[in-house]
């Protein structure tokens, strides 16, 4: 089947924007802005749909301030779109119909971190790599990865995932409470800091994972885990992308408490190679993380070292060194652009895949073939510990048939 495309949304009355602008500039002075500079900024997408810009941004510092910018809009029916730092690779913050960016850069508060309970209360515009600066005096971290240096209030919105979850899980598994201003302007508190009830309804599930369509996350109660004694990372490659899934699968289902287990396919790793300036083999990979104690560390990579035996892996770098393993985990977070340069002048149709961890090699080896009887260029990567990868298909934007095509797919049979 062709999937087809709508027309563009109506936007909403100049009037009713106008009026809500002038309201927000005696309310917020210079923290509210309309220069097409600022607007665009929060507009930007990195795939082949165009930007569409807000009418305003505007700088909230707290939930009251939040709470006044929803109710003013609500009741003149303009859009809003919470804004963290905009680093979702697929448009989600951008405005069709025009209306008003709630940014949340002012709200970056750590309210309170409790030690003893391994929880933190934050605002929502503080980013993961801040957060767990802060905790690293208390031996303390976040450890939910999704690459880029988000703001927790975007990944509890997007309920992201990332390298880690194989360990830790995703935002889901670690949100314990959310403070939210619903599209009416009431202020609403989901849940305690106790980590169990079974009192009421799962609201803090319900808005995990909403986008920013049920309202705007205005503080965030973390789960905290313990900064690990030991941590050692490696890559190992195997014959083929098959290999490397099963060895994943049994990795799993052996329970062998593997931090991150992610894919490369041999592209990528070209990719990744030109891209970081690494001299990583070509060859279909799997990165991995132990976390532990010197001796747990030590005995989850010989029993993976065993795993991955036999299914032909081999060929096993360590990195031990924090700057070793920081290295290769940022060039795998740059996969998006590493991939791009392989064509350029293109940009990528982001794809998201997540099937049962027995069916993963079968997936990634269709996949593979579906790309190749399309004739496109792609790459794969992903976090394969929880049955989840991502293909990354380059198109030109100035060649309409390209990104048409990408979006033929095969009914299933």
């Excluded at 809009?73 to 963290?84: D, L, T």
Aim: aromatic residues 6%; proline residues 5%; hydrophobic residues 40%.
């Amino acid at each position: 089947m062709t999937i087809t495309f709508e027309k563009p949304v109506q936007r909403v009355s100049e009037g009713a924007v106008d009026a809500v602008i002038a309201e927000l500039h005696k309310s917020f002075g210079n923290r509210c802005v309309t220069s097409q500079a600022v607007r665009d900024q929060h507009a930007h997408t990195l795939t082949w749909t165009a930007p569409q810009p807000p009418d305003a941004v505007v700088y909230p510092q707290n939930a009251d301030e939040v709470a006044s910018i929803v109710k003013l809009c609500a009741a003149h029916k303009v859009p809003m779109i919470p804004f963290g730092v905009g680093t979702s690779l697929e448009g989600h913050v951008n405005a069709p119909q025009g209306g008003i960016s709630i940014d949340t850069s002012m709200m970056k508060r750590v309210i309170a971190v409790h030690e003893s309970d391994l929880d933190v209360v934050i605002e929502p515009g503080i980013t993961r790599k801040e957060l767990n600066e802060h905790l690293r005096s208390y031996g303390l971290f976040f450890p939910i990865d999704p690459g880029a240096d988000a703001t927790l209030g975007g990944m509890v919105a997007t309920r992201a995932s990332g390298t880690n979850a194989v360990r830790y899980g995703t935002m889901r598994d670690n949100v314990i409470a959310l403070e939210v201003v619903l599209p009416n302007g009431d202020l609403v508190k989901t849940a305690s800091r106790a980590r169990k009830t079974s009192a009421g309804y799962d609201l803090t599930r319900l808005f995990i994972g909403s986008e920013g369509t049920l309202g705007v996350i205005t503080k965030i109660t973390l789960k905290l885990y313990g900064l690990p004694e030991a941590v050692s990372a490696a890559t190992c490659t195997f014959p083929s992308i098959r290999a490397a899934c099963d060895a994943t699968i049994m990795t799993i289902q052996t329970g062998l408490p593997v931090a991150r287990i992610e894919l490369l396919d041999a592209l990528m790793v070209k990719a990744i190679n030109i891209h970081s300036k690494l001299s990583l083999p070509e060859a279909p990979m799997l990165l991995l993380e132990f976390h532990g104690t010197e001796a747990g560390v030590a005995e989850q990579a010989t029993r993976f070292g065993e795993i991955a035996a036999e299914f032909g892996g081999g060929d096993f770098r360590w990195a031990t060194r924090p700057e070793e393993r920081s290295k290769l985990w940022q060039a795998r977070h740059d996969s998006y652009w590493a991939s791009v340069a392989l064509r350029p002048g293109t940009k990528g149709v982001s794809t998201d895949v997540c099937v049962p961890i027995s069916r993963l090699a079968d997936c990634v080896e269709e996949t593979q073939a579906d790309l190749a009887s399309t004739g496109f260029i792609g790459t794969i990567v992903g976090h394969v510990g929880d049955g989840n990868f991502h293909m990354l298909i380059l198109i030109d934007p100035a060649k309409p048939e390209e990104y048409l095509g990408s979006f033929k797919i095969k009914k299933a049979s």
